[in-house]
């Protein structure tokens, strides 16, 4: 913006601000889609990841009961999120949606780009064979359409995803030039939007909001984390050869800087630590002394388990809506001290300049979800755990706790009330700007 590139988003800063806000953790497309659309962390509401592996064996189908939202199975995210926690498509009748991994509540004809078979074709033919310029096209695409529907229709809710700086940042890096020719897809959609508001005259009485739902950093290193878990003669599954005899250990990796282990796969209910440390706590020290892997996080039945090879091992308790993080041997998220019973915006300041912003409460509504793993492990910076399968080698990655993976965007084209700290806020304030009632139980907070 400020060099000029993106015209039509520095007039909206002018106009509005532009917020630094939290994602979510894992922070990858899919469930950190969950804060804008339903204003909760994706967890608990049943997207603990790309991948997952369905324990209880109630929601996935045999052979593998495993889930993986790269491919058919993403029509399984409406299924897969709780029937109790509403979308805001369900909440406003007159919303559109485009290339949204979430559409529950959304009328088909209103779900613009939506894939048809031969849309469908199309896409995996553009991700499977690499062709990264390709996703710019279909943004374009996208863009056209939403762009005109909206002068046609006039909708009063608008959720519209751009994919093409991702795929692009994955492909050639972060900073890549051709990152640039994505964003401007996203500046010339809201100049569009801009003009034809105001030729209409309800441009001041609309909210134009833009944000990313995760970060990227540079990728130097990828560690075959499903090979190496398998050498220390465990019988693994991971996608997408998901069909093993007998398996011992699923592999289900994130974004791919982050990954769910599940253990004891016979168990239709999650064992939580320190009960599996007999037989498992061996795999994890092994995993703390590979590179690639910066964090592990036991779930316990109050809270987590934090270990660090170089920075040593702390807890996370939650008591209600406190918040507790003690030291033990160590202090692996580099917050300075101990916490006790801090509030979530408590524990949000706490960390905001660590490495690991927001990462109490992240960790926190991660582990609560029964479809986590029994380790999750956050990847060590310029590594991810993902060596094979990937139709481009990827040189930028995404879905740990690292800053550059959980700060996000998020511009506004008005003034607001309060300043905002998450995704999960996008929701309720979004409901507010519609005088909307805003639903109980909600992770966010209006910041109108």
């Not at 801009?194 to 005259?201: I, K, L, P």
């Not at 592999?251 to 282990?261: C, E, T």
Request: glycine fraction near 8%.
């Amino acid at each position: 913006m400020r060099s000029g590139t993106l015209p039509a988003l520095a007039s909206l800063r002018e106009e509005g601000a532009l917020h630094v806000v939290t994602s979510c953790f894992p922070s990858v497309t899919g469930p950190a889609y969950t804060p804008f659309l339903m204003g909760r962390f994706p967890g608990p509401v049943g997207l603990p990841g790309l991948r997952w592996y369905d324990r209880a064996r109630t929601d996935c189908t045999f052979p593998d009961y495993t889930r993986s939202y790269v491919g058919y199975q993403m029509g399984a995210v409406d299924r897969d999120i709780a029937a109790d926690a509403p979308t805001i498509f369900e909440l406003c009748e007159r919303s559109m949606g485009a290339l949204s991994v979430i559409q529950r509540g959304l009328p088909t004809s209103e779900r613009v780009a939506r894939l048809s078979m031969a849309s469908a074709v199309r896409a995996a033919r553009t991700h499977f064979t690499g062709n990264v310029r390709g996703w710019l096209d279909i943004d374009r695409e996208m863009s056209d359409m939403i762009t005109e529907r909206i002068r046609r229709q006039r909708p009063e809710f608008v959720f519209a995803a751009f994919t093409g700086v991702d795929k692009v940042s994955h492909a050639v890096g972060h900073d890549a030039p051709m990152v640039l020719e994505a964003l401007r897809i996203v500046d010339d959609a809201a100049a569009t939007i801009r003009r034809d508001a105001e030729q209409r005259g309800d441009w001041k009485s609309m909210s134009l909001w833009i944000a990313s739902d995760h970060g990227h950093s540079a990728v130097r290193a990828h560690e075959d984390l499903e090979r190496i878990v398998r050498e220390q003669r465990f019988r693994t599954m991971a996608h997408p050869w998901v069909i093993t005899l007998r398996p011992q250990v699923a592999v289900m990796v994130s974004g791919n800087a982050m990954a769910h282990l599940y253990v004891d796969l016979d168990q239709r209910a999650r064992p939580t630590w320190p009960s599996l440390g007999g037989r498992w706590g061996g795999l994890v020290e092994f995993l703390l002394t590979r590179p690639s892997v910066d964090i592990a996080i036991l779930p316990r039945a109050d809270g987590a388990e934090i270990r660090s090879a170089s920075r040593g091992t702390a807890a996370i308790r939650v008591t209600g809506s406190a918040f507790d993080y003690r030291t033990e041997t160590g202090d692996p998220l580099g917050i300075g001290g101990d916490l006790y019973c801090v509030n979530a915006d408590e524990a949000y300041d706490a960390t905001l300049t660590t490495d690991y912003p927001d990462s109490i409460v992240q960790i926190a509504h991660l582990v609560r979800s029964p479809r986590s793993g029994d380790i999750i492990l956050s990847a060590a910076r310029d590594w991810d755990f993902r060596a094979r399968y990937e139709p481009i080698p990827h040189v930028s990655s995404h879905g740990a706790l690292h800053r550059e993976h959980i700060l996000v965007p998020l511009l506004v084209n008005h003034r607001v009330a309060s300043q905002p700290r998450r995704t999960v806020d996008v929701m309720p304030s979004a409901l507010a700007a519609l005088r909307r009632t805003i639903p109980p139980g909600l992770d966010g907070e209006s910041f109108l």
